[in-house]
C-alpha cells in the first residue's frame, strides 16, 4: 500500500487518499470509509509525505517518525491522542528520541497518534508501507507539483476573482467570493 498518496486537508477530519486529478480539483477517497468523493483546487490540501517534524538538529519525515512508531509498538495501534500531554510527550520521546520539546507541540503529537492510529486501522501500516519503490518515487512528484500548481493558480483566482465579483451589482456574489476565501 502506498503511503505517499495519503492527504489531510484542512476543515476535514481524518486522511484521504489521492486517487486522481480533475480539471478543477482531485477526486479523493477517506482511508477508512472508502468513500470517494471530489474536492475543488481550492481545498487546503497537506501530503503527508510533505510534512517533517523538528528535531535539534534537523526535520524528520513525517513518515520516517511512523516507521519509528510501528516499529516501537510491534506495527499495532499506539497510543491515543486523547491521552495526557504527559503520556503523549512519553510516547513523543520513544519515537523519536531527539524531537525539539519547543517546536513540536503537544498537538502536533495529538495529531501524530491520531494518524498514525487511522492509518493503521485503514491498513496502511505494515513492514512493507515504508519502503518506497521506483515507481511510486516517480509518480509522487507530479502528484505533489499538481498540488502546488493548483494552489498557485487558485491563489491568482481568488484574487482576481473577488474583485470581478464586487463590481458586478449582484448582491449574491459577492458574500459568497468572501465566505469562500480561505487565508
Known sequence: MQLEKIISISGKPGLYKLISQLKNGFIIEDVLTKKKVS??????????????????????????????????????????????????????????PDYDHERVYVSDIKKLAQWYNILHKAGYITPDSFVKSEESATEEPSITDQIDSKKGATKAEKTTSPKAKASTSSAKGAPKSTHRKMG
Open 39 to 96: 474536492i475543488s483546487n481550492s481545498s487546503q490540501v497537506s501530503l503527508l509525505d510533505n510534512i517533517a517534524m523538528f528535531t535539534f538538529d534537523k526535520e524528520v519525515p513525517l513518515f520516517e517518525v511512523f516507521e519509528n512508531v510501528a516499529k516501537n509498538s510491534e506495527y499495532k495501534e499506539t497510543i491515543s491522542h486523547k491521552s495526557t500531554d504527559a503520556e503523549l510527550r512519553e510516547f513523543m520521546t520513544v519515537s523519536l
